[in-house]
């Protein structure tokens, strides 16, 4: 366990991070919003449940060298405990690595498959004020864990022409999973990210976003920044790599931005 702090949660708040579109910045938002929590004294866990791994690396981690993963943890194998691990950035880690690809066809074999994530993690809810689950690019059997684990789920689309495809599916998943399994499923806000002010498309779409969405979509805009596609070869989140990068920045005004909404809320 790292960090600790005066929060206010009892019991975690757990986001998903997902949009079965790739490469939308879902890992680049789960790495760098869970680093800008733990920077504002909140206690935060990181659960990279993609089998790229690609949370893994970016936190520094070697994921051909993980001992225990996520995948040991939903296949009954591991602990929460035994699989988290600690990171530089006061924050912890449920890794993944490719073994997690045998885990989404052998969930499916398991008696109430859709619940094991949560299941998982009932006994550390009250170890974190947040843990935040980067979702894989698709709508599979992972991503359903992830949604009936979570309370909210946060949905980073790139402003660009093919957007807002695609985002109706992942609005009908969250609204199954919340029509049946889990009632308290919200979701918790649109982030635009990779975001250039120069291009017109990209206002066109974002303008889109606001008309229908409303206050579901975060203010703060994440912009595109070099700083933040090279971070992850570093194996740091960005505000160790360059804390004064527009990116950096974006992340840490996202994260604040994320606890208000939730003061509100409650
Ligand atoms: P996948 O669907 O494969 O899991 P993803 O949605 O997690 O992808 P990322 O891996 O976060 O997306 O981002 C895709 C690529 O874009 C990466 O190379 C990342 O470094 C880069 N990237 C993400 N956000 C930004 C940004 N704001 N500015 C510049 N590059 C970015
Ligand atoms: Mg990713």
Redesign the pocket.
Known sequence: MTGSNAAVLSSATVLSIS?Q??????????INLVASLAQLKHRVLLIDL?P?G?ASTGCGLDKNELEISVYDVLVGDATMQEAIVSTAFDFDVLPANGDLTAASVELLNQPRKEYILKTALAPILDQYDFIII?C??SLSMLTVNALVASDQVLV?IQCEYYALEGLSDLLDTIRQVSGSINPTLSVGGIVR???DMRNSLANDVSAQLLKHFRDGVFRTI?????R?????SHGEPVWVYDRSSR?AI?YMALAKELVARQKEAR
């Open positions: 949009n579109k790739g490469g939308v910045g879902k890992t680049t938002t789960s993609d790229q690609n980067d894989p690019p980073p990210t990779m975001y994440i912009p595109r920044n070099v933040l596609a090279e971070s992850p990116g974006a």
